[in-house]
């Protein structure tokens, strides 16, 4: 379960990342693994800020009507990107070793709970979300 108030995505993200610094000892390809994944979420929070950007830009040049709404909009997308971008940040900067001490709580995410954040996460990537329309193709 998820708590209020944190982003949700962030949330995920730190249970699985608790779950292969915890299992690291076991099988050494969990570190590639974790490094893997901020990585990769750092890729995404950047290219989500692009987009937002260029959109707003489009909207600019095309049409003002929506303007303000979509200034709100790309602003919270921009304040959202930062926060999860300074999050992957100090998750860079902390040895595995040391990662422990972050954890969101005394709870352990055992391995069905990480395929399941793993599939969660994996289902909000364009790819995922896009794949009913390469099929319909």
């Known amino acids: 379960q998820v708590s209020g108030g944190e982003d ?3 949330q995920l993200q730190k249970a699985l990342l608790d779950y292969l610094d915890e299992n690291t000892e076991t ?12 990585a990769q979420w750092f890729r995404d929070t950047t290219m989500e800020t692009e987009k937002a950007i260029k959109s707003q830009k489009d909207e600019d040049s ?3 009507t929506h303007h303000a709404k979509d200034v709100e909009t790309t602003g ?5 990107a930062e926060s999860r971008k ?11 070793s040391q990662f422990s001490t972050l954890k969101m709580n005394s709870d352990t995410v055992d391995y069905e709970d990480a395929c399941l954040i793993v ?4 289902s909000m990537r ?12």
Request: net charge positive; no cysteine; glycine share 2%.
């Open 8 to 10: 949700e995505i962030q």
């Open 27 to 38: 099988d050494a390809s969990l570190v590639f693994s974790r490094k893997f994944y901020v």
């Open 62 to 64: 095309s049409e003002g």
């Open 76 to 80: 919270q997308i921009m304040h959202r």
């Open 86 to 96: 300074k999050f992957l940040r100090s998750i860079i900067k902390t040895a595995p």
């Open 119 to 122: 599939r969660y996460l994996a």
């Open 126 to 137: 364009p790819f995922a979300q896009s794949f009913d329309i390469y099929l319909t193709q």
